[in-house]
């Protein structure tokens, strides 16, 4: 059975930092792209960062420089570190993993197999 299970979430006023962490179980962790993506509240679902088999990485323009993503294949475990928070930033935080990209985006929602029940990200300023 496969799982994606999320945690880091949390309140962290603007200017702060939050580690989120994805704990992968019941499919070859290593061989899979992984995203983290986001919804917040009325908007659409974002891509946010991802990170390939070959730890190639991706980022929307909007936290290139801030949010670094990173994998460990050992623990089978995915981490976005989110510095220098903004409000804008706000959303539910979602891990997902695909076995393949079909080309052109990180971020194409269909490519992603299996994804996480999420956790809230709330930003003040």
């Known amino acids: 059975q496969v799982q994606l299970v999320e945690s880091g979430g949390g309140s962290v006023q603007a200017g702060g930092s939050l580690r989120l962490s994805c704990a992968a179980s019941g499919y070859t962790y290593s061989r899979y792209c992984m995203g983290w993506f986001r919804q917040a509240p009325g908007k659409e679902r974002e891509g946010v960062a991802a990170i390939d088999s070959d730890a190639s990485t991706g980022y929307v323009d909007s936290v290139k420089g801030r949010f670094t993503i990173s994998r460990d294949n050992a623990k089978r475990t995915l981490y976005l570190q989110m510095n220098s928070v903004k409000p804008e930033d706000t959303a539910t935080y979602y891990c997902?993993?695909?076995?393949?990209?079909?080309?052109?985006?990180?971020?194409?929602?269909?490519?992603?197999?299996?994804w996480g029940q999420g956790t809230q990200v709330t930003v003040s300023s």
């Open positions: 997902a993993a695909a076995n393949e990209l079909s080309g052109g985006s990180w971020f194409r929602n269909t490519d992603y197999k299996y």
